[in-house]
């Protein structure tokens, strides 16, 4: 048995203080504890807050970090496209098929276009309420043909050069008898003997109005007449025509040129994504009229055959039809038209050549009907001679010796296509008295369907050169629709210009 002896008063309070100097330490032990595991998970929480951090944000554009917002229809140069059917793609390695000088052009396909254009998914309702009238002019188009792309500016030039709304109301009716009268594979009136010269009409119609496959009225009218075009030159090696055989097909080709030509600087200033083939055709087609000139006169004429060989042919009305081709291939811009600018020269000597001491240019160079007068001039005006002295005396002579009245004999609509250009060219007095000359005259003469009554000078009854139809065939209608729908534009569809661009 052991004993115990009581603590003392003095141990017993060093003992307390002991077990309160322990608690102080532990209670701060856990604190200091406490705050250190605290700074450490703070620590790790920055690292990981750091380490998940999107750093791709810092360098994307700004509107990427933007809310997502409603999406808009896709609109190509502010002009909105409604739908078209479906075009089967490109094939890359297309070779063009060979022909012969006597070759008859095969219809193409309807389904089997050369061209293919960026295509919108939207549907039509989504963008009926954009209005033509609140386009941008084109910028990036040649001078020459800057007005002709928007309402706003159609209707300013109208006013500005003696025109009225009622010009562009006949414009549209026109364009829309085109568009119900069209065939599947794209031509205008296969069955006649013309169908590509038809087809070159027709687009260059829509074309003078500004519209293109991006059109929400005739877009797809414009891309099918195209292809079509785009077909024949690429299977014939640029040459465009209905019939190789008739001599008058390079009618057909210049217009046909002229047309494409305009479709791709239209289209190419649209915003439109162009198939090869468009440019390759316009190449090819611009190459064979500069290649295929009159060696000795300078000229163009029927067959394009040249001076020397049997059936040979030069005119002015050819000539004329090719020298608009060339231009309109320039303005293009496409690497490879061989020349265009001395081709032209030549030709317009050979223009020269078929003028008399009275200004007047007769059909060729030995003699003919004076209504090439208005052709010849518009060909120096286009081609930056226009303040030569043989364009100023074909200016003097239209001015004091042609009329129009459509049901009078003074209505020869092809004479009158080249007139009222060359006479909206010089402007002033000379375009003043034209104008009050043939513009109610030839509004007066539209029917409801949007062509055109004949005219009194009982034509045009022929075709593209010497179609042998009624003058209410469907063909003649057509062609003097185009006639009478092209010289309409001429408001709008060049400015006044030298065309020196």
Not at 33 to 61: D, H, R
Not at 205 to 224: A, D, I, Q, R, Y
Not at 288 to 306: H, P, S, V
Not at 397 to 412: N, V
């Amino acid at each position: 048995m052991s004993l115990h002896t009581p603590p003392s008063n003095e141990a017993k309070a060093a003992l307390a203080a002991q077990q309160r100097i322990s608690t102080i330490s532990s209670i701060t032990i856990s604190i200091l504890a406490t705050l250190l595991l605290g700074l450490l998970l703070y620590l790790v929480n920055l690292v990981v807050t750091v380490k998940k951090e999107p750093t791709f944000l810092t360098s994307l554009p700004q509107a990427v970090q933007e809310p997502d917002k409603p999406s808009k229809p896709k609109i190509a140069n502010q002009v909105p496209k409604r739908p078209s059917l479906p075009t089967p793609a490109l094939t890359p390695d297309f070779t063009p098929e060979l022909s012969t000088p006597d070759m008859v052009v095969p219809t193409p396909p309807a389904d089997a276009p050369l061209v293919t254009f960026i295509e919108f998914d939207e549907p039509e309702s989504e963008f009926q309420d954009i209005l033509e009238d609140t386009l941008e002019p084109y910028q990036n188009l040649p001078t020459s043909m800057k007005k002709r792309c928007s309402k706003e500016e159609r209707l300013a030039r109208l006013n500005e050069s003696g025109g009225n709304e009622a010009c562009e109301d006949a414009v549209v009716r026109s364009l829309q008898h085109f568009a119900r009268t069209q065939a599947e594979n794209g031509a205008w009136h296969n069955e006649s003997n013309y169908p590509v010269g038809y087809t070159g009409l027709a687009l260059l119609s829509f074309l003078g109005h500004c519209e293109t496959t991006t059109s929400p009225n005739f877009g797809h009218e414009v891309e099918k007449a195209i292809a079509f075009l785009v077909n024949v030159s690429m299977k014939n090696e640029g040459r465009l025509g209905s019939d190789f055989n008739n001599n008058h097909w390079p009618y057909e080709h210049a217009i046909c040129t002229y047309a494409l030509a305009e479709a791709y600087t239209l289209c190419k200033n649209d915003g439109v994504n162009l198939s090869q083939n468009l440019e390759e055709a316009v190449r090819r087609s611009a190459n064979f009229i500069i290649q295929n000139q009159d060696k000795q006169l300078g000229g163009w004429g029927y067959g394009y055959t040249q001076t020397g060989k049997a059936g040979a042919h030069v005119d002015t009305s050819v000539s004329c039809w090719q020298l608009q081709a060339i231009k309109a291939a320039a303005f293009t811009n496409i690497e490879g038209i061989k020349r265009p600018d001395t081709a032209a020269m030549k030709g317009l000597e050979y223009l020269a050549s078929a003028q008399l001491r009275n200004g007047a240019f007769q059909y060729t160079s030995h003699g003919g009907s004076p209504t090439m007068t208005g052709g010849a001039v518009l060909c120096f005006q286009q081609w930056g001679k226009g303040s030569r002295s043989q364009a100023k005396k074909g200016i003097a002579y239209i001015d004091q010796s042609i009329g129009f009245d459509f049901h009078g004999t003074e209505s020869d609509l092809y004479a009158h296509y080249y007139y009222g250009q060359a006479l909206m060219n010089v402007g002033g007095s000379y375009w003043t008295k034209y104008n009050a000359l043939f513009r109610d005259s030839l509004l007066g003469a539209q029917l409801a369907d949007g062509t055109y009554q004949q005219p009194g000078d009982g034509g045009p009854i022929n075709g593209v050169a010497t179609e042998s139809y009624s003058a209410q065939s469907p063909a003649a209608i057509h062609y003097r629709t185009a006639l009478a729908t092209l010289m309409l534009e001429v408001y709008y569809r060049f400015l006044p210009t030298s065309f020196s661009q």
